[in-house]
């Protein structure tokens, strides 16, 4: 009897974290990998960067090659291989490999890391300037436009986090970038004085935010490049702003079409249903990464957030159950973190709107502290705390500031896998040193500025 | 009946904390700090920064001054107010005004806060070029000193943070430092893939280190200035190196002679007695900061451990609580963070030695990240896990690298905090963007590591 063989269908964060995870359960386990695009196991994070011009090769983002697994690890990578229908029943999957040839290949285990895609409903988004940054493909593309056209001003559609990023990358190639944004906020579940840092610094550096402002049609001469975006206030029609190219930037949605043609079940979130083993409702098949569902750990509800960390520790975690070990994904907190120009901002848990809709009776305070010693040139931090105010239970916390203060999101990332309370954290030993902090941590100030309003019942 | 009156021994950071939060709970009570010094409130941990030059002016490690406590928030501070006895059977406080004027003074509560001392025990210690650096006057002496004398070579004699720090500020002023260090490793309670980063950085800018190496005495011309520092190994007598000036930096202790003879308990580590309301064995009298003692948490034992961050929380909870209020502090994890040259190094929880110490089996694995991804200048990040081998608990974690990496040593402190186990910190939803870290985190790389190593018995 021949050995098992375990299929991957996608080689980005999740595929190649699967395969290199069950390698490492069975060195014997035939590991198949079919990748639809050229390169593999890339950080897709480090598109806006590499769009920037900071990496100066888009193969810097590539972590190993498709050599590297099949030398190093075993691994049968076959990039350019586009699956086209999974069969549960007979364990086979069909491929188109190089656009045109036909591949069928059998699976003891299949593991889908098909991904996300853009969310894209605009009319015009076909037109050969319009772009998205969601692979290394788009973002090649992109870069080469850039280089190439040397456009003077940019259209972004959408205030998300790539969206934030991309303007930074493209103000700092000297192009002038218009936002627009459909609701009345930028970052969709940022709280207000959060958001406010983010609008300042966006203004301050000459980026023009519509705000309330929907894209509509992306205009130009028939099957020509995008000369315009037309957007409204709701309505269709409405203004038009001229632009050189338009970045679409709404937000991820799970790729899942294979999946669910083949049986395998959707989750609440809309992406592939999955358990804390990345199981499917099909028996064999797993799911990790931007394809599939995970579980917000304070709201203990379903839910989609396509993020690289995830993508990876989902990953790890069905390629190893896949090639016959037991690992568990418990879920998210709901960790995320972005750089816009010299401004950092971070968020994990729930904002106070998403604390209400999963049954919470949420409160918050924000405070302004500093991110190290005055002179040792602090900058202000500022940090929001959300709490369930019939507890005092911690259910989010939000932050801003330069000097790289963000990531210090990560102790309240902690607090809220051990759920803690306020009164759990008003004396969390942080460390202190005049370089690197205040003796107060901001986040201890906000804690003991939460824990008082909680005690007078807010 | 007139209102009751709170006496504060010291005025730095647990006694100003102190005074401050108990104006918060009760606006008329009447509060006196007496302090020895001149100044009050003052950062003592930003001491070695002035020294370096990088503050101008001493007061600006002054957080408020006297007459803001005195105007502002109605505390009678009185600078140069040595207390020499108290008198609990009569609720007195005997004090030396200005060096010379007795004066007696009532209290219903009474809050210790009277700091630590240096640990000193070298003949010729007290030749006027020796230094230490544990309050603000030490600092101004010595800065006086560098600033006139412009010496040109230093002994620091002990490797604790603040001899780190000092050497760091000193090499900046173009000063050459030789360091004594007793033992045979520097930084006591830092383990050796650590140390070993210090001890390179140390070496890469300059510094002579000479482990192992016990200074016995100061010499100099009989009462005159510090020429040389002899040293050896174990043994009295050995090696002599010139020096300019010497700093002595082995280390606090408390200061608990008023304590003692007014009948105030010590507790088992030498350092003031107190519960976790801050009261100590004597009815009405609390302490609080480095004059009192704290539970390691993880131990669950009771340590001496004074740090500023520990100083301003003990003195708010005494301070509440002598006012009529209910706050408790529980005790530290023991973190502790600083600055050699470029590198950051930071430490929580418990060290090998005393986790062997405190009845757990500890095991442990270094790994070395990076501080962010490559193309944003990512530096390596080590990272020591420290858990106990039975249950795979986390007992502790310390790290080095640049970049602020080592503020990130606070998810590991609030990780035992909540008394984590390694498999509940596999998932850790930590905030990834490339210009702030790295998709898997160091922390998370070690656990991964630590994790497969207790799961195969270790």
């Known amino acids: 009897m021949g050995n098992e063989r375990l299929v991957i269908i996608g080689g980005v964060a999740a595929g190649m974290s699967a395969a290199s995870a069950a390698r490492r359960i069975d060195a014997r386990m035939e590991i198949v990998v079919l990748e ?5 196991s890339y950080g897709a994070c480090g598109l806006p960067y590499f769009v920037a011009g900071r990496l100066e090769r888009a193969e810097d983002l590539v972590v190993h090659t498709a ?17 086209t229908q999974i069969e549960p029943a007979r364990k086979l999957v069909h491929a188109l490999a190089n656009g045109s040839q036909p591949v069928t290949i059998g699976y003891d285990r ?13 009319s015009g988004s076909n037109r050969p300037n319009v772009f998205t940054l969601n692979d290394l493909a788009h973002g090649v593309r992109l870069r080469d436009f850039l280089d190439r056209e040397r456009p ?14 991309a303007t930074d990358a493209f103000a700092g190639r000297g192009i002038e970038v218009t936002m627009l944004e459909r609701s009345t906020e930028v970052l969709a579940g940022i709280e207000p004085e959060i958001r406010d840092r983010v609008e300042a610094v966006l203004h301050a550096h000459g980026v023009a935010l519509h705000k309330h402002s929907e894209a509509c049609v992306i205009s130009g001469a028939p ?15 409405g203004t038009g702003i001229a632009t050189d190219f338009v970045l679409l930037a709404t937000g991820l949605r799970p790729r899942t079409g294979l999946a669910t043609n083949a049986g395998v079940g959707l989750g609440q979130s809309g992406a592939i249903g999955v358990d804390e083993r990345m199981r499917t409702n099909e028996s064999g098949i797993y799911a990790a990464g931007d394809c599939a569902e995970t579980v917000q750990l304070v709201s203990g509800r379903p839910t989609y957030f396509p993020l690289g960390t995830t ?7 069905a390629g190893e159950n896949a090639a016959g070990g037991d690992a568990k994904f418990a879920g998210i907190v709901g960790t995320l973190m972005t750089q816009v120009f010299e401004l950092g901002i971070a968020r994990t848990g729930l904002s106070v709107a998403q604390a209400r809709e999963a049954g919470f009776a949420p409160a918050q305070i924000t405070i302004t502290g500093a991110t190290r010693a005055q002179y040792f040139g602090g900058k202000p931090h500022v940090v929001t705390l959300i709490w369930d ?4 239970r911690l259910l989010g916390c939000q932050m801003a500031g330069e000097d790289g203060a963000a990531k210090r999101i990560d102790a309240a990332a902690v607090a809220l896998h051990a759920r803690m309370r306020l009164p759990d954290m008003l004396h969390l030993d942080l460390a202190y040193a005049p370089p690197f902090a205040t003796v107060w941590d901001p986040l201890l100030i906000a804690v003991h500025e939460a824990h008082k309003k909680w005690k007078h019942g807010g």
Do not use: C, M, W
């Open 223 to 237: 099957g020509g490049p995008a000369t315009a975006v037309e957007y409204g206030n709701g309505t269709r029609g």
């Open 311 to 317: 993508a990876n520790k989902q990953g790890r975690v």
């Open 152 to 165: 003077l001003h940019a259209v972004i559609v959408g205030s998300s986090y790539i969206g934030l990023e």
């Open 389 to 392: 105010s019939s507890d005092g």
């Open 67 to 83: 050599e590297f697994f099949r030398n190093e690890r075993g691994i049968d990578v076959r990039p350019e291989h586009e699956v």
């Open 110 to 122: 299949l593991v889908l890391a098909t991904g996300g895609e853009p969310t894209i409903e605009i």
């Open 36 to 40: 639809r695009g050229t390169a593999v």
